[in-house]
């Protein structure tokens, strides 16, 4: 991020999107090191906004969610239900998809979005409202 803010001043115009979790908003058993981390993203994505809004304006099961369902990481533990399951606990009925991520990004990294920065965008069907 702060090695695109020179190009991106320079340009006088640019997008940073950044990915994290909804599970830094629900929590996650067994995961805090996770969730942690993807806290983490949210916080430095909100005061990097702050700092450089100025300047330069402006979160599907991952590819890890395979292993922490079948219990290959976090010592085993595979308590993460199926993408088949999550879909059903979600609102629309079905579980995102990358599409629906990069959907967002376009949209966000479009001039229709200029006036948006530093927020927290659900993209997760309404699980997390």
Excluded at 90 to 97: E, F, N, S
């Amino acid at each position: 991020m702060q090695l695109a803010v020179p190009d991106m001043t320079a340009a006088q115009w640019g997008r940073i999107v950044t990915i994290s979790s909804s599970s830094a908003q629900s929590g996650a058993p067994n995961m805090a090191h996770y969730v942690a981390s993807k806290g983490g993203v949210i916080g430095l994505t909100k005061a990097f906004a702050r700092e450089f809004a100025g300047r330069a304006s402006r979160s599907t099961p991952s590819p890890d969610h395979r292993r922490y369902t079948h219990g290959t990481k976090c010592g085993g533990v595979g308590n993460v239900p199926s993408v088949d399951v999550m879909g059903k606990m979600v609102p629309t009925g079905r579980a995102g998809t990358p599409d629906d991520i990069a959907a967002t990004c376009a949209f966000l990294c479009s001039d229709e979005a200029s006036y948006i920065t530093g927020q927290l965008i659900g993209v997760n069907g309404g699980m997390y409202i």
